[in-house]
């Protein structure tokens, strides 16, 4: 069975750093594509960062230059570092692991809040 425990999301004055993780157990994060997502209220779900298989990592132009994706497969946990935050960046973050079959599997999510 599949699960994750998401953590490090809270509050925090704009320009500050907060950095999530996702602990996986049931799936190994190596020879999957692992990704986050996050939902604004009101918005849908979009894409942050995602990290291929291959270990090719893509980010939204939104957060590039801010924020950095990384995976420990040791701890078989990833991990989303956020800096210089922005009060748009408030967001409901998720992870995200798909498998080499394209079944996806996702974190409950995690809140951050920006303060201005």
């Known amino acids: 069975q599949v699960h994750f425990v998401e953590s490090g999301g809270g509050l925090v004055p704009a320009g500050g750093s907060l950095r999530l993780s996702c602990a996986a157990s049931?799936?190994?994060?190596?020879?999957?594509?692992v990704g986050w997502y996050r939902q604004a209220p009101g918005k849908q779900r979009e894409l942050v960062a995602v990290i291929s298989s291959g270990g090719s990592t893509n980010y939204a132009d939104s957060v590039k230059g801010r924020f950095t994706s990384s995976r420990d497969y040791a701890k078989n946990t990833m991990y989303l570092q956020m800096n210089s935050l922005k009060p748009e960046d408030t967001a409901i973050y998720y992870c995200k692991i798909v498998s080499p079959s394209f079944r996806a599997y996702w974190g409950q999510g995690t809140q951050v809040t920006v303060s201005s």
């Open positions: 049931g799936i190994t994060l190596s020879n999957n594509a």
